[in-house]
Structures are given as structure tokens and as C-alpha cells.
């Protein structure tokens, strides 16, 4: 078996990846709710902040800081898989892919390049044709502390972010 090396660094934050077996299933959409029950359980046990966040039917991708003291991130989707399949299944098969992908956050322009990536991404996968009318984004939470405008990424910027090939 292929061992995976992670990147850790106390007090980090991390650009994620993290897709379902079937890329056909709509299944994080549609259960959101039970992705989100499956986060917060996980979230007493792995302390972590949530920088910013989509989730789109067959996928998530997340940006997030872990404490100085902990960065098991590892664990943490682990629970957060653990919990949605239990939710979902009640003892089924996993419906995720075993492994996640992942990206240590260099600077502060690696970081805005990434939230970016994650606020854009329902465009890019032609969901919705403004960032705004996708529901289950930080986006909304980052035009509610006026950090960006509801406008973001439409007009003359066809794609804001090009960060590599993600999912």
C-alpha cells in the first residue's frame, strides 16, 4: 500500500480536495444537511476553522487553518466522511473516495488565490453563472462581513483564480 506523506505546520491552513466514489451522485447536495451534522461532530473533537468553503454535488473543497497544536487534518476528514456515510447509509458502503488531496497554504496570496478558487468553482463547473447563486459557499458568509461583493467574479473576469488542476 502507497503511504501518503502530508504536510503538516502547526497553526496551518490547507486548501482540500475531497470527492465522492461516483462522480454522477448528487449526494452532498442533496443530503447537505447531513454534511453539515457530520462537520460540526467532527469539529468538537478536531478543533479547526473553516476559511472558506463550497460544496458541489459530487465533491467539496475547503480551505482551512488548523490550531498550533494539532494538525490532523487526516483525522478530520476522517470523521467527516465517517459521519455523512453513517448518516447517509447506516452502515453501507462509503460512498467517498478513500483518499482526499491536499495543499499546504503558503502566503497570503497562495491563501486568497485558493478561497478564490473555492468561491468560483460552482462557475467553473457551469452550476450557476454568478458565484452568488450557488447555496452552499462561504461565499455568502464573506458578502455578509463585506469582504467581497455579491458581484464578485462576473463581468470582465472570466475566471478570478488559476490555482493548478483540481476537481
Request: proline fraction near 5%; hydrophobic fraction near 40%; glycine fraction near 6%.
Given at each position: ?26 449526494a452532498?447536495?442533496?443530503h ?10 467532527a ?125
Amino acid at each position: 500500500m502507497v503511504r501518503y506523506r502530508r504536510n503538516r505546520v502547526a497553526g496551518g491552513a490547507y486548501f482540500f480536495t475531497v470527492t465522492l466514489r461516483d462522480r454522477r451522485d448528487d449526494a452532498l447536495v442533496r443530503h447537505v444537511d447531513l454534511l453539515r451534522a457530520s462537520w460540526q461532530k467532527a469539529r468538537s473533537s478536531i478543533p479547526h476553522t473553516v476559511v472558506a468553503a463550497v460544496v458541489l454535488p459530487d465533491h467539496l473543497h475547503a480551505v482551512i487553518r488548523m490550531p498550533d497544536t494539532d494538525a490532523d487534518y487526516s483525522r478530520l476528514w476522517q470523521e467527516i466522511k465517517k459521519g455523512f456515510t453513517r448518516r447517509l447509509r447506516n452502515g453501507g458502503p462509503s460512498p467517498w473516495q478513500s483518499r482526499f488531496w491536499e495543499h499546504t497554504i503558503r502566503d497570503d496570496d497562495d491563501l486568497r488565490a485558493h478561497v478564490d478558487y473555492v468561491h468560483f468553482n460552482p462557475v467553473k463547473h457551469g452550476l450557476v453563472t454568478r458565484v452568488v447563486d450557488w447555496p452552499y459557499s462561504s461565499f455568502h458568509r464573506y458578502v455578509r462581513d463585506g469582504e467581497l461583493s455579491a458581484d464578485w467574479g462576473m463581468g470582465t473576469i472570466a475566471s478570478p483564480v488559476h490555482v493548478g488542476e483540481h476537481a
